[in-house]
């Protein structure tokens, strides 16, 4: 799963989007720096609107349809790239609205020691993304919510965790971003996990495990040295 992710250079990350798609797209006021995007938070995600793609503010957590109108609903974070297609939560999403979710790295947690240590995963140099995504339209009360696709982890993020989310780049957003259906060919390719070459990780503190922490602080090098690996990294 992918629960936690950075999105602290958001200018940084809509002019990578903004390049590979071609068209103009600007930060939001409201979009300041957010170094631990949690569930159920607001965030920019571009999305078609009119055949024009555009910078819109929806909450992370897709609703299913039973669980609307409920107090405390359940939340899917994300759809498994698999069977996102076929499954009916995800299913007319996948097909007809897929956006690009912009980040600039994402957390996962590995059990060492007893203990969850967070790790930051990001592309080389720190280069901006997105996460493929599908989101569902604003009802009654509900906003606009989007979730994110996870694929099988490269070699890299094989190491501590065995889901990663879909990364796309400037060679593959406009390929994902639309509302006619793709070919099941060119879905398949597009949800593949991204090369482990193409991405960079370190541990960081603790910190950002708890999801009301927000800061640079989120970022830091852990506290204390982590334990001797359980099993080969190599």
């Not at 909450?59 to 899917?76: A, D, I, T, Y």
Request: one cysteine or more; charged letters at 25%; hydrophobic letters at 40%.
């Amino acid at each position: 799963m992918c629960v936690r992710y950075t999105l602290h250079k958001s200018d940084a990350a809509l002019g990578a989007i903004s390049r590979a798609l071609g068209a103009p797209l600007e930060a939001p006021d409201w979009a300041g720096p957010r170094f631990n995007v949690s569930l159920a938070s607001t965030m920019p995600v571009v999305a078609c609107g009119a055949g024009q793609p555009g910078v819109r503010a929806m909450r992370w957590g897709l609703v299913p349809f039973g669980e609307r109108g409920k107090s405390r609903p359940q939340l899917h974070a994300n759809a498994r790239s698999e069977t996102a297609a076929t499954l009916p939560a995800f299913r007319r999403g996948t097909a007809e609205r897929r956006c690009l979710v912009p980040a600039n790295g994402f957390y996962e947690w590995m059990r060492s020691g007893g203990v969850k240590r967070p790790h930051l995963f990001t592309l080389r140099d720190e280069e901006p993304f997105a996460f493929a995504g599908i989101w569902d339209p604003a009802a009654g009360q509900l906003p606009e919510t989007y979730c994110i696709l996870t694929t099988e982890p490269n070699e890299l993020v094989a190491r501590v965790h065995n889901r990663m989310p879909v990364i796309l780049t400037a060679e593959t957003m406009p390929r994902w971003l639309g509302d006619r259906p793709l070919a099941a060919e060119e879905l398949r390719l597009l949800v593949r996990p991204i090369a482990a070459e193409r991405m960079a990780s370190r541990p960081v503190s603790r910190f950002v495990s708890n999801s009301r922490n927000e800061g640079p602080g989120c970022l830091d090098p852990p506290d204390e040295a982590p334990p001797e690996p359980e099993f080969d990294f190599a």
